[in-house]
């Protein structure tokens, strides 16, 4: 009977992509370009329990014995599609310059987050909220590139790692931001089939009152004759090198403690690093075709202040001036994840660790078809606390609800998709999601079922 529902659902929602319409306009005159990308993309899912929309990243799964835990739900969506820009400029005392806008509909919607919500079902999933992905300008000379608005961060070397994954990105365990920066990347050659990338960026301070903004660096190698196959959910297969990027991030952090009218200031440094690679295992006798490729890709990351990179990532506590009632600090104006507070009432910024390993498959090129595998993990330092058998924390932490605290979040995934045209894209994703609490050491579980189609344009 599942069987029969499911398959169903797939070719309903292959009706639903091939129905769907794109105009797609390229202007290529006087020396300028400008072309338009996208795609259209219809996810139905089946959770076990009601924890999630469509994004799970690093949040929690709920706990059992209330509503969100004991009961599913199946959602439709069309949230995830997108709307790019690019505008190619003439070439410029040898500057190749352009510049990116890019949305999708998955909009924050103040009225569908509060509780109980004031946004509909129907209005929240029909009438999605646009957002700005990407926002940026990008000029090349001579090796040297230089970036100037909203992208992918260089902490992690983004997007070169990212797993092949059909629910909506990111997954647990991936560094996965996009943010307002100034960059520069320098590619120089090593070797014969050598290429070494050096970069730099300024970004967007996660906390604005700290006065300073993120620090990242980079560094990263590539060989070129070792290529291996691979391919977002979304994107077309292309051919990468073997690769290896280092890179870290130096972020500053400021809380106030109040005393009358006084206050005293506390600056505390951030710091972290991620170390990623994608390995060929198996490549195609013929270098110029895609077709029956086995690549490994991992990502390992280590500090403190990140809780940004992470998406969904909480710990289970609240943000701004709510971390604690015991003690007089205030006005931190800084978002849930990055700092609690101990039982003297000092400032402690969380630490956290990330790994995710995804093994990807493409078939022979002809079957235009390929399969992903992977498994991802953030834990953080949250464990530490000393909890008492009444549920609260010792000493008046303040980090809200103690039985919300979580200290580490795992996913498992496995994935199929097929191009039944260049344009049209169908996929089936099965995925599993835990959360280990801090208070009791519970264990959560909630599994996925997830159908996609995509016409791509």
């Known amino acids: 009977m599942q069987k029969k529902i499911l398959g169903s659902m797939l070719v309903l ?18 020396d300028w370009k400008f072309d338009v990308y996208g795609f259209a993309q219809t996810d139905m899912t089946q959770d076990s329990t009601r924890s999630f929309n469509e ?64 946004n509909s079902e129907a209005s929240f999933s029909q009438n999605p909220t646009m957002r700005v992905r990407h926002s940026y300008f990008n000029a090349e000379k001579d090796g040297l590139r230089i970036l100037a608005g909203q992208t992918w961060s260089l902490f992690g070397w983004q997007p070169y790692y990212f797993p092949a994954v059909l629910s909506v990105a990111p997954e647990a365990g991936e560094l996965y931001q996009r943010t307002a920066q100034f960059g520069a990347i320098e590619t120089c050659a090593v070797g014969e089939n050598g290429q070494l990338q050096t970069g730099v960026s300024m970004e967007r301070p996660s906390q604005k009152d700290s006065n300073m903004p993120n620090f990242n660096i980079g560094v990263r190698y590539s060989l070129d004759s070792y290529k291996t196959a691979v391919a977002s959910s979304y994107g077309d297969y292309g051919l990468q090198p073997l690769s290896i990027g280092i890179s870290g991030t130096f972020r500053q952090f400021e809380t106030f403690q109040t005393g009358g009218s006084m206050y005293s200031q506390i600056k505390q440094n951030a710091s972290a690093i991620a170390v990623d690679t994608l390995i060929p295992i198996h490549t195609n006798s013929d270098a110029k075709s895609p077709g029956n490729s086995l690549s490994i890709s991992a990502e390992f990351t280590s ?42 009432g000092n400032a402690n910024l969380i630490q956290l660790s990330t790994f995710n390993v995804a093994l990807q498959y493409v078939l022979p090129t002809e079957m235009k078809q390929n399969v992903n595998v992977g498994m991802a993990q953030t834990s953080s330092n949250l464990n530490s606390f000393t909890v008492t058998a009444g549920g609260t924390v010792a000493g008046g932490n303040g980090i809200g609800a103690v039985t919300n605290v979580y200290d580490k979040v795992t996913n498992q995934f496995v994935n199929y998709w097929v191009d039944c045209t260049d344009q049209i894209r169908l996929g089936a994703e099965v995925s599993t999601q835990t959360t280990h609490y801090v208070s009791d050491g519970m264990t959560t579980t909630n599994n996925r079922a997830q159908i996609t189609a995509l016409y791509r344009f």
Do not use: C, H
């Open 13 to 30: 929602t292959f009706l639903g992509a091939i129905t769907a319409s794109a105009s797609v306009n390229l202007v290529d005159k006087g």
């Open 55 to 118: 994004v799970i990243g690093n949040s929690s799964v709920s706990r059992p014995n209330t509503l969100a835990g004991d009961n599913g739900r199946t959602a439709d969506s069309i949230r995830n599609s997108r709307l790019g820009f690019i505008a190619t400029a003439p070439v410029q005392n040898g500057w190749k310059a352009k510049g990116v806008l890019e949305y999708d509909l998955l909009g924050y919607d103040p009225y569908a987050n509060v509780s109980p919500p004031t």
């Open 303 to 344: 500090g403190t202040g990140i809780a940004d990179e992470l998406s969904g990532w909480t710990g289970g506590m609240t943000g701004g001036t709510a971390f604690s009632t015991s003690t007089p600090w205030t006005n931190t104006n800084l978002d849930a994840g990055f700092m609690y507070f101990d039982a003297a």
